[in-house]
């Protein structure tokens, strides 16, 4: 990782961390909860030969700043962030947008706020933000699969996930990769150390209290840019069918949020293709990033 270059920039109160490597088109890589830039290293690999690939730690987490205030935490707000981290480093050109999880959520977000500037958005395993608040209205299942999002904001969830130095997220988020021949003892290390920085596990936390309000008082005023929100941006999904995270009948309704939306499921995969099955998912994501 010799040629990784580590920089900063600074954003409206933020100070994001992001790794820079290879030339070419601009692509902007976002993790999801709990994990940061390294999470996406295979794809990084298999991209750099003909992309420039930037991989971010979103706010309040790993190497970027921890701000206190949770407005800096909202959609809109980590949405600018991108838009001005991609203009510093291409300027008006448009780029290409990858996210998992809550990245993935955030990536369909920005691209429906800003599709003028991308080429192409991939969303891994994750809803676009706006439809993820709808499931969240109405949907009892949803509700079901996502009560860590409001369990883990204070007592003893939270304080299991951010005591001595979140070992116990570092310990069950990534057991499923050890012992797969891409994830090696020094990865590992890598993500332990990730998750340990001071503040970043409440940081990434802080995303969740910033964007999902309680159950029952959801709001036209929640969905962010808007309830009906669509974006025309050519568009993938990909998914792991075996993910808990979500229910997978969104998908069903996906193309009311993505006009020019391409699904790719992957049987048998759960909620981080990118690291279960590495291969597979760099070939989809270059396929379609260079279609």
Known sequence: ?????????????????????????????????????????????ALKSRFRVVAIDGPGVNLSSKPQNIELYKLENLARQIDELARHLQGDEPFRLVGHDWGGALAWAYAQQYPHRLHKVVAINAPPANQLIELLASNVEQQKRSHYMWAMREGDVHTSMTEN???????????????????????????????????????????????????????????????????????????????????????????????????????????????????????????????
């Not at 290879?22 to 994990?35: A, D, E, Q, T």
């Not at 009948?249 to 099955?277: C, K, N, W």
């Open 1 to 45: 990782m010799e040629e990784y270059k580590h920089a900063y920039f600074e954003t409206g109160g933020c100070r994001l961390h992001y790794v820079d490597v290879g030339s070419g088109p601009l692509v902007i890589l976002y993790h999801g909860f709990p994990m940061f830039w390294f999470s996406f290293y295979p794809q990084i690999e």
């Open 165 to 291: 130095g979140a070992a116990r997220v570092w310990e069950r988020a990534y057991a499923p990769f050890r012992g797969r021949p891409h994830y090696t003892k020094e990865h590992d290390e890598i993500m332990r150390i990730g998750v340990a920085q001071p503040g970043a596990i409440d940081g990434g936390i802080n995303w969740y209290r910033a964007n999902i309000p309680p159950l029952g008082s959801i709001t036209d005023a929640d969905f962010w840019p808007s309830r009906d929100a669509k974006t025309d941006v050519p568009a993938l999904l990909i998914w792991g069918e075996k993910d808990q995270t979500f229910i997978p009948q969104f998908i069903d309704d996906l193309h009311r949020y993505a006009t020019q939306l391409s699904v790719e499921i992957l049987p048998g995969v759960g909620h981080t293709p990118m690291l279960e099955v590495p291969e597979i998912t760099n070939k989809t994501l270059s396929d379609f990033l260079c279609a």
